[in-house]
């Protein structure tokens, strides 16, 4: 197994300094280095006589490049294509044209693709052009990284390359992932089809619901365009929540007065007839939730701020499960939800990170959020896809943010403001 995952915009000098310091630790004898040095290394040397070709083969191989040479070929390939310096990415290929069919990051796990793929997600029409004339045939591919990524004319000049086919079955599910409204409007202007022949749904309305991405009104325009196209989505306050759509919650609000303090099982929020599936993203649990801690969840300030003032209390409790678990406030999410990701990630593809602030922090704490509520709560860890369940009984929202294991989900601003609020553990 690959100890190491290239991120989606190597750096060679990184890699340089990474290849030096694992010479000296293997020098140092130290335990992971000479594990990297065994595991990696076709004929490991001793770790006295280790030279840096030794560390440079070791680290290329825990990246799933064959060799230290291929390895800087990957870096510099990506780095021309980002660069969009169309000449140096031909300089490479026609003097290496194996690379045209292999995997731009190496890692064979990668879904960038070869380099045709991997510059159409980046939208460089010209370095497209070039590599398909050069021989380059992962169109298709690249046609759905396209639309995955909102290069929308990157998708129209990628569909006529390939001679203006019908998008086949499934071909939502990608702009459904990243919840790109412009690219699920192409496909459907480009016949995408909804049903199957049984009428079986192609909508990935699952994908949508449960995509790690956080942008509300693009997701409310998928939905809604899924609807437009004869799709049946069922007519329950969560689902309207999904939708954006204020209205429908008000008037499920005339219907039951009592919607404001009303609990949610999980697959009332991710339908399982929808195929929705087990809770598995790293956050603060949805199961029992209200309508507020939702909001949280899936960044819908604007729904958030309706429920506040139709009277929704910011101290509403999610339901208390037998064993005492539940019970926490929306504030508790603001301190840990996925949201907080698109926050704290800073790696090669972080072109939409959230500023570092806690508008859901400031919003319910200004409309009285109790600093000091306390809960129990159950935190699952996922180590190599094995899932293992953490029990934490009594904690604040501050106390909840610094033992979550995950600390890209948890919002330090928002535990700041708590503080300064007077919250604390």
Not at 116 to 131: C, H, Q, V
Not at 217 to 227: F, T
Not at 383 to 392: A, F, K, N, P, V
């Amino acid at each position: 197994m690959p100890a190491r995952r290239l991120p989606v915009r190597p750096n060679l000098d990184q890699l340089k300094h990474q290849a030096k310091d694992l010479l000296r630790e293997i020098r140092q004898e130290n335990p992971g280095a000479l594990a990297d040095l065994q595991q990696f290394h076709p004929q490991p040397p001793e770790p006295a006589r280790a030279k840096l070709a030794d560390a440079q083969l070791t680290l290329a191989r825990s990246y799933q490049a064959p060799s230290w040479p291929r390895l800087v070929l990957a870096c510099k390939l990506i780095d021309a294509i980002w660069r969009d310096h169309a000449d140096a990415v031909r300089e490479l290929v026609v003097k290496h044209p194996e690379l045209l069919h292999q995997q731009a990051l190496v890692r064979l796990d990668s879904n960038w693709g070869p380099p045709l793929s991997y510059a159409a997600n980046l939208g460089r029409d010209r370095i497209i052009t070039m590599l398909h004339q050069l021989g380059a045939t992962d169109l298709m591919h690249a046609l759905d990284r396209a639309v995955l990524q909102s290069r929308i004319g990157t998708a129209r000049m990628l569909h006529r390359m390939l001679g203006s086919p019908t998008p086949p079955p499934g071909a939502l599910g990608s702009p459904a992932y990243t919840l790109s409204a412009s690219g699920t409007a192409l496909l459907f202007e480009l016949g995408a089809p909804m049903v199957d022949e049984n009428r079986e749904r192609y909508a990935p309305v699952d994908v949508v619901l449960q995509s790690d991405s956080r942008k509300p009104d693009a997701k409310h325009q998928i939905l809604e365009m899924y609807v437009q196209h004869g799709l049946d989505l069922p007519e329950t306050p969560m689902m309207a929540l999904h939708r954006g759509r204020i209205d429908l919650l008000e008037a499920h609000l005339q219907r039951d007065p009592n919607l404001l303090r009303r609990t949610f099982p999980y697959e009332a929020i991710f339908p399982p007839e929808l195929k929705c599936g087990v809770e598995d993203l790293p956050r603060t649990t949805l199961a029992g939730a209200t309508l507020l801690h939702v909001c949280v969840e899936f960044d819908e300030l604007e729904i958030a701020r309706w429920l506040l003032e139709r009277g929704m209390s910011a101290d509403a409790r999610a339901a208390t499960d037998a064993d005492g678990f539940g019970g926490h406030t929306a504030l508790f999410g603001a301190v840990v939800c996925y949201a907080n990701f698109w926050m704290n990630y800073t790696g090669g593809w972080a072109h939409n990170r959230k500023p570092m602030d806690s508008p859901w922090a400031r919003l319910l704490l200004d409309h009285g959020a109790d600093a000091h509520a306390r809960a129990s709560l159950r935190e699952q860890v996922w180590t190599e896809g094995r899932r293992s369940i953490r029990e934490h009984r009594n904690l604040t929202p501050l106390a909840w943010g610094r033992v979550f294991h995950n600390q890209m989900v948890v919002s330090e601003p928002a535990m700041r403001l708590i503080a300064e609020r007077g919250g604390g553990a």
